[in-house]
């Protein structure tokens, strides 16, 4: 009678079996081993065998591993109380730093987390580098066309949308609140790199820019190597764009801005901060008005640190009929003659939130009459006005000399009359030009230190108040209009007080 035949795989079941049932079983197989390394005559033959008995042991373990894995992923699925579309809709509300750390706890969860509506939201901010190009892309690649908002880049402090680290343009240099000089790039470069590089956001426009499609909001912070087309070209592929944040990047203003108005014709909200406070004057007229018929739902404009003439500042804030937050904080060449009549007619009557701090060429005068423009019933909806500067406001003849408490800006007044608004007008000691050093030891940490981005008041109430005294009615120019760009036509206002806009 012939022996059936057994298989080989039941054949090592049965040796697997024999093998892991001996009691200790670690002694023992040392002591066989031991003894089939002596029966081997050549030291060759002795080191294969040792070598195949590591692999074996290897194998083992790592079947063991897998096996433990498998058997606990059962185990949590069994347990684990919410089936796998609760799963993921808990998993989506995570930020991106505890959606990994969820990932990583067991396969059950690793498989839930690979799904696109979890990565809806990418926020990869960090205070120290420690994302690179591949893993933005395979998150954007994991959202694909449920992108709704892409945060990047490097921050050591708050981010904009909180309470921003504070920039200013002095009359010596341009600085930061923590003493890193902006216009020293070598020194930048060393304090804010970043492993991200311009083909981070290449994803965007892959296949067809489906990933872009549908993004919502897109803040980047302190890329260095970002320029200007890998920005542009990122932008051209997110049409659906309400929310753009740029800040420390080493891109021009007016590329960036004809991109914004040529591709995000649904922008609400633009933030943009100058990687070298007070010397990016590219910016033109026709770009200027290009961005208000290209943007017309813009409600918050922002750009600090660059160089804005007034007459161009007075297009884009008369430009947008909707704009509610103004900041235009650390710019270099407003005077405040933009200011005359905007709150009159119907531009500049919906404005809540007025920033120009630390604008180093804002008159006392322009603040005065602006002032006196809100006492005589303009800007209705105005809730929040800063005008602090740490050298003083420029007076009338040469804005070299600097006014600190000047008598003739009526914020006591506006005070008692609008007790709705906020003014925040902080100014240095009287009769002296503060230094560099002066202003980051004492002024670091003020409790008032400018906010970046102030939420606008909703219908249950606001937060702001402001104020100004007298008649506001001239609408001369600024004294820089001579830097208009040539063989551009600058439209002056109607009746109506409006900008005349090329549609």
Not at 12 to 34: A, V, Y
Not at 54 to 80: D, I, M, P, T
Not at 127 to 146: D, E, F, L, W
Not at 297 to 310: E, I, N, V, W
Request: proline share 3%.
């Amino acid at each position: 009678m012939e022996t059936p035949k057994v298989s080989i795989p039941q054949q090592m079941d049965d040796l697997l079996e024999t093998f892991l049932g001996f009691s200790d079983s670690s002694f023992s197989i040392d002591l066989s081993l031991e003894r089939l390394l002596e029966s081997r005559a050549r030291d060759s033959d002795k080191n294969q065998l040792i070598e195949n008995a590591l692999k074996l042991g290897s194998s083992l373990l790592e079947a063991g591993k897998r096996s433990a894995r498998r058997r606990a992923s059962k185990h949590n699925s069994a347990v684990w109380a919410l089936p796998p579309d609760l799963t993921i809709k808990v998993f989506s509300m995570l930020d991106t730093q505890s959606l990994c750390y969820a990932a990583a706890t067991c396969s059950m969860f690793n498989k839930c987390a690979m799904c696109p509506l979890c990565y809806a939201d990418i926020d990869l901010i960090s205070s120290v580098p420690k994302v690179n190009n591949v893993v933005v892309s395979t998150m954007i690649q994991r959202a694909g066309k449920n992108l709704q908002s892409l945060k990047l880049g490097i921050l050591s402090g708050p981010t904009a949308s909180g309470t921003s680290r504070s920039i200013f343009y002095s009359i010596k240099n341009s600085v930061d609140s923590s003493g890193f000089a902006w216009n020293d790039k070598r020194a930048r470069q060393g304090k804010e790199s970043s492993i991200l590089t311009r083909s981070c956001l290449t994803s965007l426009s892959a296949e067809g820019g489906t990933a872009g499609a549908m993004l919502r909001r897109l803040h980047l912070y302190n890329i260095d190597r970002m320029d200007n087309a890998a920005l542009c070209t990122a932008l051209s592929a997110c049409p659906s764009l309400l929310d753009l944040e740029i800040v420390g990047l080493h891109v021009e203003l007016r590329q960036t801005l004809e991109s914004v108005s040529a591709n995000c014709h649904f922008m609400e909200r633009l933030f943009f901060e100058s990687s070298k406070t007070g010397r990016d004057d590219s910016l033109k007229t026709p770009t200027c008005v290009d961005l208000v018929n290209g943007c017309p739902h813009l409600t918050s404009l922002a750009l600090r640190g660059f160089k804005l003439p007034d007459y161009k500042v007075r297009i884009l804030v008369k430009g947008f009929r909707k704009i509610r937050f103004v900041d235009f904080s650390t710019s270099y060449s407003i005077t405040g003659t933009f200011l005359r009549n905007l709150g009159s007619g119907s531009s500049g009557s919906s404005l809540e939130v007025l920033i120009l701090r630390d604008c180093m060429h804002l008159k006392e005068v322009e603040v005065a009459r602006f002032l006196a423009s809100v006492l005589a019933g303009d800007f209705k909806l105005l809730r929040h006005i800063d005008i602090s500067n740490r050298e003083g406001l420029a007076s009338e003849g040469d804005w070299i000399e600097r006014c600190y408490n000047s008598s003739l800006i009526p914020i006591k007044r506006v005070l008692e009359e609008r007790p709705e608004i906020c003014i925040l007008a902080e100014f240095p000691s009287e009769g002296s030009f503060m230094e560099i050093e002066q202003i980051i030891d004492s002024d670091v940490n003020s409790d008032a230190s400018l906010p970046s981005h102030i939420s606008i008041p909703t219908s249950d109430g606001s937060l702001f108040t402001s104020s100004s005294d007298g008649s506001y009615n001239s609408d001369q120019g600024s004294g820089n209009e001579d830097s208009r760009d040539a063989a551009y036509v600058f439209y002056e206002e109607s009746s109506a007080d409006e900008v005349e806009l090329a549609l």
